[in-house]
Protein backbone atom coordinates (compact mmCIF):
# COMPACT_ATOMS: atom_id res chain seq x y z
CA UNK A 1 0.00 0.00 0.00
CA UNK A 2 3.01 2.29 0.02
CA UNK A 3 1.88 4.91 -1.97
CA UNK A 4 -1.24 5.14 -1.70
CA UNK A 5 -2.95 7.99 0.39
CA UNK A 6 -3.40 7.48 4.83
CA UNK A 7 -6.86 8.43 4.64
CA UNK A 8 -11.05 8.19 4.56
CA UNK A 9 -12.49 4.95 5.57
CA UNK A 10 -9.64 2.23 5.66
CA UNK A 11 -7.77 4.73 8.22
CA UNK A 12 -10.36 5.12 10.39
CA UNK A 13 -10.86 1.41 10.19
CA UNK A 14 -7.21 0.66 11.61
CA UNK A 15 -7.24 3.78 13.85
CA UNK A 16 -9.69 1.60 15.58
CA UNK A 17 -7.94 -1.41 15.36
CA UNK A 18 -4.89 0.15 16.39
CA UNK A 19 -6.46 1.33 19.62
CA UNK A 20 -7.93 -2.05 19.91
CA UNK A 21 -4.43 -3.66 19.95
CA UNK A 22 -2.42 -1.34 21.82
CA UNK A 23 -4.98 1.09 23.95
CA UNK A 24 -5.37 4.47 23.83
CA UNK A 25 -2.19 5.84 25.62
CA UNK A 26 -0.01 7.50 23.41
CA UNK A 27 3.29 5.90 22.69
CA UNK A 28 4.93 9.17 22.12
CA UNK A 29 4.22 10.67 25.13
CA UNK A 30 3.16 8.42 27.23
CA UNK A 31 0.13 10.36 28.34
CA UNK A 32 -3.65 8.53 27.67
CA UNK A 33 -5.97 10.36 25.09
CA UNK A 34 -4.65 9.14 22.21
CA UNK A 35 -6.46 10.36 19.03
CA UNK A 36 -3.98 8.91 15.66
CA UNK A 37 -2.53 6.27 14.40
CA UNK A 38 1.01 6.81 14.15
CA UNK A 39 3.71 4.50 12.17
CA UNK A 40 6.34 3.02 13.80
CA UNK A 41 8.74 3.17 10.76
CA UNK A 42 7.30 6.43 9.07
CA UNK A 43 5.25 5.36 5.09
CA UNK A 44 7.80 7.62 4.08
CA UNK A 45 10.29 5.01 4.28
CA UNK A 46 8.38 2.29 3.23
CA UNK A 47 6.91 1.27 6.65
CA UNK A 48 3.58 -0.23 5.66
CA UNK A 49 -0.41 0.27 7.05
CA UNK A 50 -0.11 -2.89 9.03
CA UNK A 51 -1.23 -3.27 13.05
CA UNK A 52 2.38 -4.51 13.67
CA UNK A 53 3.84 -0.65 12.40
CA UNK A 54 0.82 1.69 13.55
CA UNK A 55 0.55 2.99 17.41
CA UNK A 56 -1.51 5.03 19.08
CA UNK A 57 -0.65 8.68 19.51
CA UNK A 58 -2.21 12.34 19.84
CA UNK A 59 -2.41 13.92 16.29
CA UNK A 60 0.02 17.06 17.25
CA UNK A 61 2.82 14.44 18.70
CA UNK A 62 2.29 12.22 15.32
CA UNK A 63 2.84 15.92 13.69
CA UNK A 64 5.87 17.09 16.37
CA UNK A 65 7.65 13.63 15.46
CA UNK A 66 7.04 13.88 11.53
CA UNK A 67 9.35 11.18 10.74
CA UNK A 68 11.81 10.98 12.90
CA UNK A 69 13.33 7.56 14.44
CA UNK A 70 11.84 7.09 17.83
CA UNK A 71 14.24 7.12 20.81
CA UNK A 72 12.37 5.24 23.45
CA UNK A 73 14.46 3.03 25.88
CA UNK A 74 16.50 -0.33 24.83
CA UNK A 75 13.31 -2.97 25.35
CA UNK A 76 14.11 -6.93 25.34
CA UNK A 77 11.95 -8.52 25.21
CA UNK A 78 11.37 -12.58 27.07
CA UNK A 79 9.54 -15.35 25.46
CA UNK A 80 9.34 -19.00 25.79
CA UNK A 81 6.73 -21.90 27.02
CA UNK A 82 5.61 -21.92 31.00
CA UNK A 83 8.49 -23.06 33.17
CA UNK A 84 11.24 -22.13 30.27
CA UNK A 85 13.33 -20.03 32.73
CA UNK A 86 12.48 -16.68 31.63
CA UNK A 87 11.83 -15.37 35.47
CA UNK A 88 15.17 -16.19 35.65
CA UNK A 89 16.52 -15.05 32.68
CA UNK A 90 15.64 -11.66 33.82
CA UNK A 91 16.96 -11.96 36.92
CA UNK A 92 20.28 -12.59 36.51
CA UNK A 93 20.44 -10.19 33.18
CA UNK A 94 18.41 -6.75 34.76
CA UNK A 95 20.24 -3.74 36.70
CA UNK A 96 18.52 -2.01 39.80
CA UNK A 97 16.51 1.09 38.06
CA UNK A 98 15.60 -1.13 34.88
CA UNK A 99 11.83 -1.97 34.15
CA UNK A 100 10.45 -5.34 34.25
CA UNK A 101 6.80 -6.21 33.33
CA UNK A 102 5.94 -9.41 34.24
CA UNK A 103 2.32 -10.53 33.63
CA UNK A 104 2.47 -13.28 36.54
CA UNK A 105 4.12 -10.58 38.67
CA UNK A 106 1.84 -8.17 38.11
CA UNK A 107 -1.33 -10.68 38.77
CA UNK A 108 0.33 -11.67 41.98
CA UNK A 109 0.36 -7.82 43.10
CA UNK A 110 -3.34 -7.66 42.71
CA UNK A 111 -4.04 -10.29 44.76
CA UNK A 112 -3.96 -10.86 48.27
CA UNK A 113 -0.59 -12.03 49.99
CA UNK A 114 -0.47 -15.67 49.44
CA UNK A 115 -2.05 -16.03 45.74
CA UNK A 116 -0.70 -18.80 43.25
CA UNK A 117 2.26 -17.42 41.29
CA UNK A 118 0.81 -19.13 37.92
CA UNK A 119 -2.96 -19.48 38.36
CA UNK A 120 -5.35 -16.32 38.67
CA UNK A 121 -8.81 -15.87 38.76
CA UNK A 122 -10.60 -14.38 35.61
CA UNK A 123 -11.29 -11.30 37.07
CA UNK A 124 -7.71 -10.59 37.93
CA UNK A 125 -6.50 -11.71 34.22
CA UNK A 126 -8.47 -9.27 33.09
CA UNK A 127 -7.28 -6.16 35.56
CA UNK A 128 -3.67 -7.53 35.24
CA UNK A 129 -3.92 -7.14 31.18
CA UNK A 130 -4.93 -3.99 31.63
CA UNK A 131 -2.38 -3.15 34.00
CA UNK A 132 0.22 -4.58 32.12
CA UNK A 133 -0.64 -2.60 28.84
CA UNK A 134 -0.60 0.42 30.38
CA UNK A 135 2.95 -0.16 31.86
CA UNK A 136 4.07 -1.38 28.03
CA UNK A 137 2.94 2.05 26.85
CA UNK A 138 4.35 4.29 30.38
CA UNK A 139 7.69 2.40 30.39
CA UNK A 140 8.74 1.97 26.65
CA UNK A 141 7.72 5.84 24.97
CA UNK A 142 10.30 8.27 24.81
CA UNK A 143 9.77 10.08 28.02
CA UNK A 144 9.27 6.43 30.03
CA UNK A 145 13.49 7.38 31.01
CA UNK A 146 13.67 3.96 31.92
CA UNK A 147 17.60 2.41 31.47
CA UNK A 148 16.05 -1.09 29.89
CA UNK A 149 12.50 -2.33 29.65
CA UNK A 150 12.69 -6.38 29.87
CA UNK A 151 8.92 -7.62 29.05
CA UNK A 152 8.32 -11.40 29.49
CA UNK A 153 5.93 -12.56 26.92
CA UNK A 154 5.68 -16.25 26.95
CA UNK A 155 3.90 -16.45 23.39
CA UNK A 156 3.64 -13.97 21.45
CA UNK A 157 1.36 -14.09 18.08
CA UNK A 158 3.13 -13.58 14.83
CA UNK A 159 1.12 -9.96 14.93
CA UNK A 160 2.95 -8.95 18.21
CA UNK A 161 5.77 -10.39 17.06
CA UNK A 162 6.05 -7.86 14.34
CA UNK A 163 4.96 -5.19 16.28
CA UNK A 164 7.81 -5.70 18.50
CA UNK A 165 10.36 -5.87 15.70
CA UNK A 166 8.99 -2.90 13.89
CA UNK A 167 9.45 -0.98 17.12
CA UNK A 168 13.33 -1.74 16.94
CA UNK A 169 12.60 -4.30 20.50
CA UNK A 170 15.33 -7.21 20.73
CA UNK A 171 13.27 -10.36 21.45
CA UNK A 172 15.15 -12.89 23.36
CA UNK A 173 13.87 -17.03 23.57
CA UNK A 174 14.79 -19.38 25.75
CA UNK A 175 13.53 -22.37 25.36
CA UNK A 176 15.57 -25.46 27.49
CA UNK A 177 13.61 -28.40 25.21
CA UNK A 178 10.56 -30.31 25.92
CA UNK A 179 11.93 -32.51 28.46
CA UNK A 180 12.75 -30.00 30.87
CA UNK A 181 9.70 -27.83 30.74
CA UNK A 182 7.90 -30.77 31.09
CA UNK A 183 9.67 -31.84 34.22
CA UNK A 184 9.60 -28.28 35.42
CA UNK A 185 5.94 -27.85 34.78
CA UNK A 186 4.44 -30.68 37.08
CA UNK A 187 3.15 -27.55 39.73
CA UNK A 188 1.42 -25.22 36.98
CA UNK A 189 -1.49 -25.47 35.96
CA UNK A 190 -3.76 -27.24 32.97
CA UNK A 191 -3.14 -23.61 30.97
CA UNK A 192 0.26 -23.98 31.33
CA UNK A 193 0.70 -27.56 30.15
CA UNK A 194 -1.83 -26.27 27.21
CA UNK A 195 0.57 -23.53 26.08
CA UNK A 196 4.02 -26.19 26.83
CA UNK A 197 1.80 -27.93 24.05
CA UNK A 198 1.08 -25.42 21.83
CA UNK A 199 4.74 -24.32 22.14
CA UNK A 200 6.10 -27.62 20.90
CA UNK A 201 3.30 -28.42 18.57
CA UNK A 202 1.84 -31.47 20.68
CA UNK A 203 -1.18 -32.40 20.57
CA UNK A 204 -2.94 -30.29 23.99
CA UNK A 205 -2.83 -32.04 27.15
CA UNK A 206 -6.68 -30.57 28.07
CA UNK A 207 -9.21 -29.02 26.18
CA UNK A 208 -9.46 -25.67 27.76
CA UNK A 209 -8.97 -22.50 25.32
CA UNK A 210 -6.10 -20.28 24.96
CA UNK A 211 -6.97 -17.38 27.35
CA UNK A 212 -6.16 -14.41 25.23
CA UNK A 213 -4.78 -12.08 27.63
CA UNK A 214 -1.72 -15.10 27.70
CA UNK A 215 -0.40 -14.14 24.32
CA UNK A 216 0.17 -10.42 25.63
ZN1 LIG B 1 1.20 12.21 22.96
Redesign the pocket.
Known amino acids: MTGSKWGGRRASRLRAATFDAWGTV ?1 H ?2 G ?1 PG ?1 DSADHVIPRSLGGPDTLDNLRP ?2 L ?2 NQRRGNSPLKGPPVTVVCGPPAAGKTTYVREHARPGDVVIDFDAIAVALQPPGAHSHDHPAAILRVAAAARQAAVAAATNVRGQARHVWLIDSMPTPKRRGGYKASGWRVVTIDPGHDVVMSRAVQRPAHALDAIARWYGDDPVTSTTPDPSRDW
Open positions: CICLAAHAC
